[in-house]
């Protein structure tokens, strides 16, 4: 039988002193996240599989420096087909029978997939949908990563239609603070989502007066 391992998430909340620590190496570009994050990025540039860095990690990347406890990756359906057949067992296990997502065994950190073709936030039909990573990636240090007006577009079409997904609202707000984001960045959103980034931003000018 193979051994357990232990989750990342699950370290974090049972080992308030190893928590801490993570975060503490998490801000400095070490620990568990970042170890994460070089390993599966390197295996899918060797596979040579189409990915982008998204979620938290993106974040992060583009100036927004919180914490996260996974690594969101954008493959293609083929994309990730590969990487299950080419990964398991190789360092990475899935999460449970069938998951399209893997643990990577070293750290116990979780990676997860989004395909291109679905859709974020609640998942149905809409005119926002994640994309090919190859059309909508950046490279940076060896390292693929969303670009940000994509990484907004779809942080806001998760939040305006899924009750459980707000803090991506949040996060748009925050990226719009951290980074000055002018109102006429909207331009570069899908119309579906534009309404909604002009009104975090407004909110956003009425909060730096008050």
Known sequence: MAPMIAAYETQLNI??????????????????????????????????IPYAVAGGMALFFHGFRRFTEDVDILVTREGLDQAHHELEGLGYVPLFPGSKNLRDTESGVRIEFLVTGDYPGDGKP???????????????????????????????????????????????????????????????????VREKYAELWQAMQTEGES
């Open 126 to 192: 809409k005119p926002v949908a994640f994309p090919h990573p190859a059309q909508r990636g950046i490279e940076r240090d060896g390292i693929c990563w969303l670009n940000l007006p994509t990484l907004i577009e779809l942080k806001l079409a998760s939040g305006m239609t899924a009750p459980d997904r707000l803090k991506d609202l949040a996060d748009v707000q925050e990226l719009i603070r951290l980074l000055r984001l002018p109102a006429d960045f909207a331009d570069q959103l899908q119309p579906f």
């Open 15 to 48: 080992d308030l002193q190893w928590a801490l620590r993570e975060g503490s190496m998490f801000f400095e570009e070490k620990g568990g996240l970042h170890l994460a994050l070089a390993r599966i990025t390197q295996r899918l540039h060797e596979l040579h």
